[in-house]
């Protein structure tokens, strides 16, 4: 059966130096089995009897913090001397560069900070949990502060100093519900916006003058959602343990930009030359990208150049397509491996001994939503080197027939994978770091004619392909946030494998029942993509909108291990996030059923004549499949298990299409072989369970839109990858 789908600053100017969310960033709602009264000193009473540190207790009772460092808790808190603070109101005050006049300060005194200043400035001060000298003098290179970003700290000098410059003179001042630290300084942070940092660069002058005069500079300005969050479930509903979550959501942007020399290898030399150019890719004004299926189904025509921000203009569509709605530094954009990475599991290449069958390496790649609207990129790294973080990064590579085979148990000859396009590379080392995101240099390949921009070779090339999209990397908020990269919090009273999610954290999701419950489960030893997943728990009901992909018919896949308190889901398909307009895709997935349950038909493929093939045509017909061959089932480092042994046998035992038992195998389940998705429209998933009892799960893990032309292709087959 085949569904139609057819229907139609607040600004604050303080960040850390490091860009990520803290692996122990801070959420100020106190574990409840702390609250007691005291009757010690406190965090509060002992700053107060500090003369020191009076306009520091200042900014912490303009905006009740004061009470609650008197309350409750364990804390740690860097307070700055009344100097310290004074230095830095002058610095405030006095900045020539500011974005805001003064920063925002309605006076030159401590009384002119606003409520909003003195709110960043306090949280950038404070941790929660405790962080001893010891552990600076010894451990990582940073914390995590309440405000959401990290403070770096170095004690080669004798003494710690923060972020370079602020210095601890008073150290582990130990009171009841925590620590203190005196500074010197106020701890400096980055102020400049993305369009800021580009404009004092001028390498990126044509480039950051696009960027001005489309005020897409203006749409890239936010930093954090104006709401506090609440995870409401505090504890694991299977294990009863404490679960760790923000209060926070921050918002941010990844900008690729090319540098004026890399535009000068495709003949733009000016800004007027990068309208022509822009022109030339997009269109003339008043007519429309064949290829673009958005604007065709939306009627909409090349504006003209007499307005550069109408979104159809087309130099504001060739800037629009270099923003991404994730904060990433270049060594994020994929799921990066590096030598030490004990969590890694992407399967490395190798032979089955007795047998002809050899694997490659798989390669680390995502899809990314950027500004241009319902576009996407892919982002990919080629495995040149197992296990290196030198490996380039690709933007929209292009090699023919991807995802399709004409070998058993390969991804292909290599005659029928031509590279058809290199890509733009992302300069991994000179990308700048701005309050609210990051640029990142790319380079514009030498012949041919191009910078970074949705050509016809994207949606008919390089997203003609099965897409698996990893629901961490589609919900920006986990990347935002620091979330998709965190293996431990460092918070030893809470499960440390996981992370809370409050239902409301996400733009692109809508939760229909107050029973719904999402974890998130830590980098780690999990049976999954990437080594991490959403779990969703209780009276769940909820659709999440999918990535934007290019008009045509899709079969829509989900991943899942049968596990015996899985849930029976009902999955629905439909063009908003209002339940009428949604349709069910198929019957209700039964998470319960093992491999060996008739339903499925899972074998283990090593054992037949024709490595499963037959296997898998049968598991189709059911509406299953294998897991991928690409990585691993207990998320090891894919270095001897699901890799090879140094005498070059692949160990199998443990990859997901190989691995087969309840609660061990992976297996993708069909939800629809034929769903017609319109780029014009916007894509819901609903998720809902059918069972009362609030202990049963579901999983998002990835999801996959494969094209017809890949599962239906006369020619060649899906590879396992």
Not at 163 to 173: E, F, L, V
Not at 614 to 633: I, L
């Amino acid at each position: 059966m085949t569904h139609h789908i057819h229907k139609s600053a607040h600004r604050l100017l303080f960040m850390g130096l490091a860009a990520a969310a803290a692996l122990s960033a801070c959420n100020p709602e106190p574990d409840e089995s702390d609250l007691y009264t005291f009757t010690g000193e406190t965090i509060e009473s002992w700053i107060q009897q500090d003369s020191s540190l009076t306009s520091f207790n200042y900014m912490m009772s303009r905006i009740g913090y004061d009470n609650m460092m008197a309350a409750y808790g364990r804390y740690t808190v860097f307070a700055p001397t009344n100097e310290g603070v004074a230095a830095y109101i002058d610095s405030l005050w006095n900045d020539p560069e500011a974005t805001l006049p003064h920063n925002g300060m309605t006076e030159h005194s401590l009384q002119g900070l606003t409520d909003s200043l003195c709110r960043s400035i306090v949280r950038y001060h404070m941790c929660d949990g405790l962080v001893t000298g010891l552990t600076m003098s010894q451990g990582a290179d940073k914390f995590g502060t309440m405000l959401g970003y990290d403070v770096q700290y170095d004690p080669s000098s004798g003494h710690i100093v923060l972020n370079d410059k602020a210095t601890i003179t008073s150290s582990d001042n130990e009171v009841t519900n925590g620590l203190i630290h005196v500074l010197d300084q106020v701890i400096p942070r980055s102020t400049r916006f993305i369009g800021d940092i580009l404009m004092r660069d001028s390498t990126f002058s044509i480039f950051s003058e696009a960027l001005q005069r489309t005020h897409l500079a203006d749409s890239i300005m936010r930093f954090m959602k104006d709401k506090t969050y609440t995870y409401t479930t505090k504890k694991h509903p299977s294990a009863g343990t404490q679960i760790y979550a923000y209060d926070y959501c921050k918002v941010g942007y990844t900008v690729f930009a090319e540098r004026d020399e890399e535009l000068a290898k495709i003949g733009v030399h000016s800004f007027d030359d990068l309208v022509r150019y822009a022109n030339r890719v997009y269109g003339e004004p008043g007519t429309t990208p064949e290829w673009y299926d958005y604007m065709k189904e939306k009627g909409l025509t090349i504006a003209d150049n007499s307005d550069f921000t109408a979104r159809t203009n087309a130099l504001n569509m060739f800037v629009a397509y270099h923003i991404l709605y994730a904060a990433m530094d270049a060594h994020h954009l994929v799921y990066e491996p590096h030598a030490n990475d004990a969590y890694w599991n992407y399967a490395k290449g190798g032979t089955i001994t007795g047998t002809d069958l050899t694997f490659e390496n798989a390669d680390p790649y995502d899809y990314y939503e950027t500004m241009l609207p319902h576009t996407l990129m892919k982002i990919w790294m080629p495995m040149r080197t197992y296990k290196s973080a030198n490996n380039p990064v690709y933007i929209n590579r292009y090699v023919a027939n991807n995802t399709l085979t004409n070998k058993l148990a390969s991804m292909g000859d290599p005659a029928m994978h031509q590279l058809v396009y290199q890509g733009m590379e992302v300069d991994k080392n000179t990308g700048l770091t701005a309050f609210n995101g990051y640029v990142l240099p790319v380079k514009v390949v030498q012949g041919s004619g191009k910078a970074l921009v949705y050509d016809e070779q994207v949606p008919k090339g390089v997203l003609n392909e099965r897409m698996r999209f990893d629901a961490c990397t589609f919900l920006p908020e986990m990347i935002n946030n620091g979330i998709r990269d965190i293996v431990t919090t460092n918070k030893t009273e809470y499960d440390d494998s996981r992370f809370g999610i409050p239902t409301d954290y996400f733009d692109n999701m809508e939760v229909y029942s107050a029973g719904t419950i999402f974890n998130y489960c830590n980098h780690g030893a999990w049976r999954c993509y990437q080594t991490d997943q959403i779990q969703i728990w209780g009276k769940y009901d909820f659709a999440i909108k999918l990535p934007p992909v290019p008009s045509g018919i899709y079969e829509v896949r989900i991943v899942s291990p049968p596990l015996s308190y899985g849930g029976m889901t009902q999955y629905y398909i439909g063009t908003s996030r209002n339940v009428q307009s949604m349709t069910a895709l198929g019957i209700p997935f039964d998470m319960t059923i093992s491999g060996t349950d008739p339903r499925i038909g899972w074998t283990n493929f090593l054992e037949e004549d024709d490595y499963g093939i037959a296997t898998d045509v049968a598991m189709r017909n059911r509406g299953y499949m294998r897991a991928p061959f690409s990585f691993c089932g207990h998320g090891d480092n894919g270095w001897t298990s699901g890799g090879k042994t140094e005498a070059g046998e692949l160990i199998t035992g443990n990859n997901c299409r190989a691995e087969g038992g309840d609660g061990t195998m992976l297996i993708r389940r069909i939800l629809d072989r034929g769903v017609e998705i319109k780029q014009g429209n916007e894509v819901w998933l609903r998720i809902k369970t059918l069972q009362e009892n609030e202990s049963l799960l579901s999983m998002l893990d990835f999801i996959e839109l494969v094209p017809t032309i890949v599962t239906d292709n006369d020619t060649y087959t899906e590879d396992w990858y």
